[in-house]
């Protein structure tokens, strides 16, 4: 048994670390995130120029990497740093077009792409999506895709001849609407109407639900990246905030709820290594399910609870755990909440 | 036992229940409706509907402009306010200076000041918290010195909720530097374009603007606008936290967030069918559902209580802390309700897209604005240290 993390992708770790530091600060992140094209274009050119999105493929379709360990380790570290930059996009969009056989140099270089599944009335489930393809000409909206603002190729889930079919489709072609999110970064509306498409894989249901579980994985990552620094945060500020003549953190109160805080992150830590090593093999979906529950539900409290113990200060735009917090409970309607996952989970049980 | 309101209450009730549907305007309940922030001519406009009624001031004894409503009709009022979305009243001025005034107040500060809070002519705000005192209120260092017929005013307020519309200020200064904290503090009125006075507004988690900080440097307050006697001051503030405590658990708005959430989880879809018809989600309503129910009994408890001329304890306390949780939960369901559709930030350009059902574009927002809830007036922590205290003392 070994926890310790590769040499290599320990250094990747720390080279994405500093990278991220120096270019993406979380006290600009505001200035970045929150404004038109919502994350930073050099920053996206100096990601890619680093290599971060070769981790998320693997090395026979071209990449360096893309095992649940590469994808967690480059997700962490974004999580850390709440970095706005759409990089699940770029990795749905990688494992979508590894599955099509598709050459990933241009995305691993940088090119913007956006993966379109999700719909206003199916928001996670693939059973429900009801864009449809009559021929390679495409019919339907696409609703809060990820990266969908300033992509220049979208990748879309329809309906064709009774199976669930992805195409390719010219951002140029489909109408775009992109704007920003609540708690940053890019995403749009795609519009499709009768719009050209080209088809990529006649049966992409197991490649999609492959990729959904890559993309869910690098949400718990991601989450547990923030999940980390808020706890930091939260205690140096328990450290140092007086009140009633002593630092908070001297109330116990206040002590053994930090301390639930952390014992429920060593719990989210836990569930993404464990999906981490499954992802891809035979108990993959079942673990990724697991921790996006779990993290889902650990997320949400950790910023409760951080804010809560910060008082007003944790709910002001100018302090920089308040937006890890809105990124920790808005990651929860990523592919998929927590009951979403649950769900999976108790038919899994009932069919054990 | 009997549940019911008397025929009188239930008959005020239905009373309420008309004014609002005749007179709320549409377009500000709508608004309110949509979890959007009143602008500041829907709360003026609000605040003249009711005070032409009479109702402005519904809680206030007669000679000063008020129906002297009990605890059961000032709730019975609030709830159905809440129910038919309309703004909330500004409290500042109505709920919390003016009962000080009346109890505290000189005849000249009564007559200068109450009129002008009723017709709208005074929009107070609080000067309370400072960065180095919330919860411990009572460490507060904004200082208040006489110079003859002066206070000089030096020192930071923070928290001063809608103080950008605000003409006027009521703060606690102090005023003796040594002994207890706790007696060294005076209430103070402060006229805002006093000379010395700067408001910044604080940005919010989810980037709207309703609270300020305010920055005084030598500002120079009359002594007649002090309230009480000098260094009285945390007598009133704690007459103030024990004062109008009928809305403490915000009920009203709680039942008309559960039947938003309701509408919402019937209009959305999982996996083709309403969220409704999810067990997992219609579990997480069922729960919060009955948690309502339970504390709008002990809401009316208290109030029963309180009409019967008891002492209240902890009852505010305990409703505060159940009241906000269960509030804050509506919200976290009504966001969870739209998935993905709750993240974009809201703003005018997307409505037409209708990307959550229209009036839920604010849901996440308001999620997290709302944490405020269990922060502000005494935080649940402090609630909680209240109730020890008298479990410890009882």
Redesign the interface.
């Known amino acids: 048994m070994n926890f310790e993390m590769s040499d290599d992708r320990r250094m990747l770790a720390d080279s994405l670390a500093r990278f991220l530091a120096d270019t993406c600060p979380v006290e600009k992140r505001v200035d970045v995130a ?1 404004a038109e094209p919502w994350h930073s274009d050099a920053a996206w050119a100096g990601l890619a120029e680093l290599g971060a999105l070769y981790a998320l493929a693997p090395e026979e379709a071209g990449g360096m990497g893309g095992t649940g360990f590469d994808i967690a380790v480059v997700f962490e570290e974004l999580g850390k740093a709440l970095c706005p930059e759409p990089v699940l996009a770029s990795l749905l969009g990688l494992r979508l077009l590894a599955a099509a056989g598709q050459d990933l140099e241009p995305v691993l270089a940088g090119e913007r792409l956006a993966v379109g599944i ?1 719909e ?6 693939l ?2 999506i009801a864009t449809r393809a009559e021929g390679s000409r495409l019919t339907g909206r696409k ?2 895709v990820y990266g969908g603002a300033g992509a220049e190729r979208l990748l879309i889930a329809a309906q064709s001849g009774g199976k669930l079919a992805l195409f390719e489709v010219k951002a140029g072609d489909a109408q775009v ?1 992109g ?5 940053g970064g890019p ?1 749009a ?1 795609v519009f499709l109407d009768d719009t050209p498409g080209e088809l990529l894989l006649e049966d992409a249901r197991g490649a999609l639900e492959e990729a959904l579980d890559a993309g869910a994985l690098a949400l718990c990552a991601e989450a547990l990246g923030a999940m980390e620094v808020v706890q930091g945060i939260l205690i140096d500020y328990l450290k140092t905030r ?4 002593q630092p908070i953190g001297a109330f116990q ?2 002590q053994h709820r930090a301390i639930d805080v952390g014992i429920e992150i060593e719990q989210a830590r836990s569930i993404v290594i464990l999906a981490a090593s499954a992802l891809g093999g035979p108990e993959g979906a079942k673990r990724v399910a697991q921790a996006k529950f779990l993290v889902g539900r650990i997320a ?1 409290l950790v910023a ?1 609870e951080a ?2 113990m910060h ?2 200060i ?5 302090y920089p755990m ?2 890890y ?2 990124r920790l ?2 990651i ?3 592919l998929g ?1 927590t ?2 996952h ?2 999976r989970l108790t038919e899994a049980l009932a069919a054990e | 036992m009997d549940l019911n309101f008397s025929p009188e209450e239930q008959a005020f009730q239905a009373e309420v229940k008309a004014f609002l549907a005749e007179h709320l305007p549409k377009e500000i309940a709508d608004r309110v409706g949509r979890g959007e922030e009143p602008t500041r001519e829907d709360m003026d406009r609000w605040h003249a509907i009711l005070n032409d009624k009479g109702w402005l001031g519904g809680s206030w004894p007669k000679d000063f402009g008020g129906q002297a409503w009990g605890p059961i009709e000032q709730h019975i009022f609030e709830e159905e306010c809440a129910k038919a979305n309309a703004p909330r009243i500004v409290p500042f001025g109505l709920k919390m200076l003016g009962p000080v005034l009346m109890k505290f107040g000189s005849p000249e500060q009564q007559a200068e000041y109450l009129p002008r809070i009723l017709d709208g002519r005074d929009w107070w705000c609080q000067g309370y ?1 400072e960065p ?5 209120l009572a ?1 507060l260092k904004t200082r208040a010195e006489r110079d003859g017929d002066h206070y000089i005013v030096n020192g930071q307020k ?2 001063t909720t809608l103080g950008q519309y605000a003409n006027r200020i009521f703060c606690l200064v102090r005023t003796k530097f040594d002994g207890k904290p706790q007696e060294g503090i005076s209430f103070l009125l402060i006229d805002l374009d006093t000379p010395g006075i700067e408001m910044r507004p ?6 709207g603007y309703e ?1 300020n900080e305010v920055f005084f440097t030598d500002v120079k307050v009359p002594v007649e606008n002090l309230v009480g006697e000098e260094n009285m001051g945390w007598t009133i503030a704690k007459f103030l936290l024990g004062h109008e405590r009928t809305n403490i658990a915000g009920t009203g708005f709680s039942v008309q967030a559960l039947a938003q959430v309701k509408a919402l989880a019937r209009q ?5 069918k309403p969220l409704i018809e ?4 219609a579990a ?1 309503l069922a729960s919060v559902e009955a948690e309502l129910e339970a504390v709008k009994i002990t809401n009316l408890r208290m109030l029963s209580k309180a009409a019967a001329g008891g002492r209240l304890g902890a009852e505010p306390s305990m409703l505060k802390i159940k009241g906000t949780v269960i509030r804050q939960e509506l919200n ?1 369901l009504a ?2 309700a ?10 005018e ?2 409505d037409n ?1 209708a ?1 959550a059902p229209q009036g839920h574009a604010h849901n ?2 308001n ?3 709302n ?2 809830i ?3 007036g005494g ?3 402090i609630q ?1 240290n209240i109730l020890a205290k008298g479990m410890m003392q009882g």
């Open positions: 929150y999700g206003l009335d199916a928001p996670y489930d059973d429900g609703s809060v609407t704007y920003g999110m609540i708690d995403a509306e007086k009140q009633f003549g109160a206040l949400r409760e804010i809560q008082g007003g944790g709910i002001t735009w100018e308040a937006h917090a809105k409970v808005m929860d309607a990523q909440d009951d979403w649950l769900e | 918290s180095g005192a919330g919860s411990d460490s923070t928290w604080i940005r919010l988690i989810e980037g609270v959305v879809k999982r996996r083709g999810n067990p997992l989600f997480r976290d966001r969870r739209l998935g993905p559709a709750a993240a974009p930030f809201p703003s350009d997307l897209l990307i996440a927002g999620y997290f604005n944490r405020k269990s922060i502000y935080s649940n922590e909680r």
